[in-house]
C-alpha cells in the first residue's frame, strides 16, 4: 500500500537555474498538494505531460527525496522516518538509471542481489527467473554496453526487481521501447499485480495507461485534477463546466487533452504564462 497525503515539494533555484528556466521566482513548486494512495493488487497510473510533477511524485515515494510538506507511507512505513525499511520493499525503476556497460548481466544482477543481502542461491534462483522472462537468457554474459536498448532496458527491470519487492514503482516503464519489448514489460506489470503486488507506473501515453491500469491521477502543473477509474475520470472530463455544455469524452486522451484545455483557460485567467 501506498499512501500520499497533502505532498508538495518546493526547490529553490540558483541565479543559474533562474536564468536556465527562465523563471522570475526563486522557488519552483513541483508538486501542490498531491493526495492519492495505491492498493496491493492494483496498477496505479500517475497521467501527465513531462514537467507536470510525475517523477517527483515518484521520487519522494522512492525517499530519494524529502517532501516539502505532507507525508507518505509505503506498507505502513513513513518515507521521511523510516527510508531504509520502504527501500527494503520496493523497486524503483527510472530512466536515469545507468547500468555499468563493462559488466555483463549476470555480474550486475548478482551485485544489486547482495545489496538486498540476499543468499547466492536465492539470487541465482531469481535472477534464472528473471532472465527467462525477459529473454536475457542468450545474454547474460555479454557486456552491457553491447547490448540493444531493449534489452538493456529489460536488464534494468530485472535488476529492480531481483529481490521480490512488494511493492513496484516505474517512471515511463515503456519510453523509448519497441513495441515488443513494451509489451513484455505491460505482460509482466500484469503478472505482478495478479501476485498481489502494488504497482503504480507514470506515463504520458495515454494508450498503455488505459490498457494497464486500473485507476489513475491525472497531474497537471503539480496538482491532481482528476483521479479515480476510467469511468470517474472520462466523466469529470465531460462534466458541465461554466456555461460548457457536456459532451462525450471517448477514450483517456480525449479526457486528458480536456483537462489540459481547462488548466489552459484557468492560467490564462489568472495570468499564470505556460
Not at 31 to 53: K, M, S, W, Y
Not at 93 to 121: C, Q, V, W
Not at 233 to 258: C, H, N, Y
Amino acid at each position: 500500500m501506498i499512501e500520499v497525503n497533502g505532498l508538495v515539494k518546493i526547490y529553490k533555484l540558483t541565479k543559474r537555474q533562474m536564468r536556465q528556466r527562465k523563471e522570475k521566482d526563486k522557488v519552483k513548486i513541483a508538486v501542490d498538494g498531491i493526495t492519492f494512495e495505491a492498493r496491493p493488487g492494483e496498477i496505479f497510473g500517475l497521467l501527465g505531460p513531462n514537467g507536470a510533477g510525475k517523477t517527483t511524485t515518484l521520487r519522494c515515494v522512492s525517499t530519494l527525496l524529502s517532501p516539502s510538506e505532507g507525508d507518505i507511507r509505503v506498507c505502513g512505513f513513513d518515507t521521511a522516518a523510516q527510508g531504509v525499511e520502504v527501500r527494503k520493499r520496493i523497486a524503483f525503476l527510472t530512466n536515469e538509471l545507468k547500468l555499468d556497460g563493462h559488466f555483463t548481466p549476470r555480474y550486475t544482477i548478482r551485485y544489486f542481489g547482495s545489496l538486498y543481502n540476499m543468499a547466492p542461491e536465492e539470487i541465482e534462483a531469481r535472477a534464472a527467473s528473471l532472465f527467462k522472462t525477459f529473454g536475457i537468457e542468450g545474454f547474460q554474459d555479454t557486456k552491457i554496453d553491447d547490448l540493444s536498448t531493449g534489452m538493456k532496458q529489460k536488464l534494468s527491470i530485472a535488476v529492480s526487481l531481483i529481490h521480490d519487492p512488494e511493492v513496484v514503482i516505474f517512471d515511463e516503464p515503456t519510453n523509448g521501447l519497441d513495441i515488443i519489448t513494451a509489451r513484455t514489460v505491460t505482460d509482466y506489470l500484469m503478472s505482478l499485480k495478479a501476485e498481489g503486488k502494488t504497482i503504480i507506473v507514470s506515463t504520458h501515453i495515454m494508450s498503455v495507461a488505459e490498457k494497464l491500469c486500473d485507476r489513475f491521477a491525472v497531474i497537471l502543473g503539480g496538482r491532481i485534477v482528476a483521479q479515480g477509474t476510467l469511468e470517474d475520470v472520462l466523466k469529470a472530463a465531460g462534466s458541465q463546466t461554466q456555461d460548457q455544455v457536456p459532451d462525450t469524452i471517448l477514450d483517456l486522451e480525449d479526457a486528458f487533452f480536456r483537462f489540459y484545455q481547462r488548466q489552459e483557460l484557468e492560467d490564462q485567467a489568472s495570468g499564470v504564462i505556460s
